[in-house]
């Protein structure tokens, strides 16, 4: 069954930094890897997917993705963070032909001004 | 377009009371799917409809829940009886076309606490 993994609970950077939030997945084939994003007391909203194709993936608000196929990561980076981008980050795997989200614990952000 | 609604946003309820949570997909939209977050077992998916109609529901906990989808733009998760266990957090999401290639649009959430 496919799993994934995110490495860290909590992260802090300063606003204006950089930022990469690790993912690692298991799953024996192809997978379709996806990030999302949920702000305090909302619901869950799509970053950005991956399927196929270029192993970068740019998404919403700034936001990039690279999958390795080696490593089996796909982190999430933003070249400089926000203090609206404060919320808490789930990484999710899913089979090719299903339905089903498999989501990691989560990585909560905090941004220091 | 509103989004997916959730109902209510917030629920306390005693242990042993029914408790029924209510989602209204985003029109035109086929699946529905209904997720539990809490700290222990992070976000897992419970149960989805296609087309109205149930077509997986492994992640359901236990025969004390119970889902419905009575038409397109309705759906309810029925707890009976409520445990403390259940306290967590219910969303509900929908998606147009299905497959894990659609986006998925999440509601907002209820907030669920069993005394």
């Known amino acids: 069954a496919q799993s994934v993994t995110q490495p860290d609970i909590h992260i802090t950077v300063s606003e204006g930094a950089s930022l990469e939030l690790r993912c690692n997945y298991s799953y024996g084939a192809t997978p379709y890897l996806f990030w999302y994003v949920q702000s305090p007391g909302q619901g869950l909203q799509l970053l950005l997917k991956y399927f196929s194709g270029d192993t970068l993936v740019q998404g919403i608000k700034g936001f990039e993705a690279e999958f390795k196929r080696s490593q089996s990561s796909f982190n999430l980076r933003k070249p400089s963070v926000h203090w609206s981008d404060a919320a808490e980050y789930f990484c999710?795997?899913?089979?090719?032909?299903?339905?089903?989200?498999?989501f990691g614990a989560g990585t909560i952000l905090r941004v220091k001004s | 377009d509103a989004g997916v609604i959730q109902s209510p946003r917030h629920e306390v309820t005693e242990m042993g009371q029914e408790v029924t949570l209510r989602c209204k997909p985003i029109s035109g939209h086929d699946y529905l799917f209904w997720y539990r977050q809490t700290m222990m077992r992070g976000l897992e998916l419970l149960i989805y409809f296609n087309n109205n109609v149930p077509i997986d529901d492994s992640g359901m906990p236990e025969d004390r829940f119970s889902a419905k989808m009575p038409n397109a733009s309705f759906s309810t998760l029925k707890i009976q009886p409520s445990e403390p266990r259940d306290s967590a957090v219910y969303f509900c999401a929908s998606s147009l076309a299905g497959g894990v290639t659609d986006t998925q649009y999440f509601g907002p959430g209820t907030r669920l606490t069993v005394l």
């Open positions: 999710a795997v899913a089979m090719e032909y299903g339905n089903k989200l498999v």
